[in-house]
């Protein structure tokens, strides 16, 4: 039986929103929700949070000891380089990448790309966002562990960054899969990158409460208030090479 890694990468030093993943949400942390999430799929076998050598990072190291769960801390930008320092405390076959600004990740779209990825020995990577159909904020993807070494000495730029972005960007080289779900749900934003986002997930939340909610009944929820989706309906998302 392949084992499976969750890595959470996390830091306080957001350009739009800084300190957001510190930031209180109903009773707990943006991080905390995050995590809770994450395991509640249950397909885990060890989950570690990936945050910064900077000073003020301590912050999150300080937070994960708080929930039990462990924190490891590597380079600012090279996020790629952090996950690797992370396999190298904790080998695993495959990597789930959560990132901490996703405090409404749905443990059931976890689970499902989680089973999809077992159940095709053969692939490298899968992910949600390839043809996304789902709201950004609640993407999923999932990579072996050997893959993410065998990128390191090629992957250089942006791709250090995103992590993962050199696997899907080379699918000739690599097995990818994308996976899709219906109904198309993508016009929605539930990430949390600037203060309009904050405005909507924290009403989210306030209703809902703190525990994780399935896409599909937030969705309909969201449908009846489009003065909810109005809030972040203009934020744009970065490229991929300023992100």
Request: with cysteine; hydrophobic share 45%; aromatic share 4%.
């Amino acid at each position: 039986m392949r084992s499976t890694l969750g890595i959470v990468q996390a830091r306080t030093g957001s350009s739009r929103l800084p300190g957001k993943v510190l930031r209180r949400l109903g009773g707990r942390t943006v991080l905390e929700r995050v995590v809770r999430a994450a395991q509640a799929a249950e397909v885990l076998d060890a989950l570690v949070v990936a945050t910064t050598t900077e000073t003020r990072d301590d912050a999150v190291e300080v937070e994960c000891a708080r929930i039990g769960v462990a924190c490891h801390r590597g380079p600012t930008d090279d996020v790629l380089t952090r996950f690797l320092g992370v396999l190298d405390g904790h080998p695993t076959d495959a990597v789930l990448r959560f990132t901490a600004d996703c405090p409404l990740l749905d443990p059931r779209l976890v689970r499902l790309a989680a089973t999809v990825f077992a159940a095709a020995p053969g692939l490298d990577y899968l992910s949600t966002s390839i043809a996304r159909t789902l709201p950004r904020g609640l993407d999923v993807e999932v990579v072996r562990a050997d893959v993410l070494r065998a990128i390191d000495p090629l992957a250089t730029a942006h791709h250090r960054t995103h992590v993962t972005s050199y696997v899907y960007a080379h699918p000739r080289d690599f097995a990818v899969l994308g996976l899709t779900l219906q109904p198309d749900l993508s016009d929605l934003r539930l990430t949390l990158d600037t203060e309009d986002d904050w405005r909507l997930i924290e009403a989210i939340v306030e209703h809902f409460g703190d525990e994780p909610v399935e896409v599909r009944v937030l969705a309909d929820w969201l449908a009846d208030r489009p003065e909810l989706t109005v809030l972040n309906a203009h934020v744009r998302q970065k490229e991929l090479q300023q992100a």
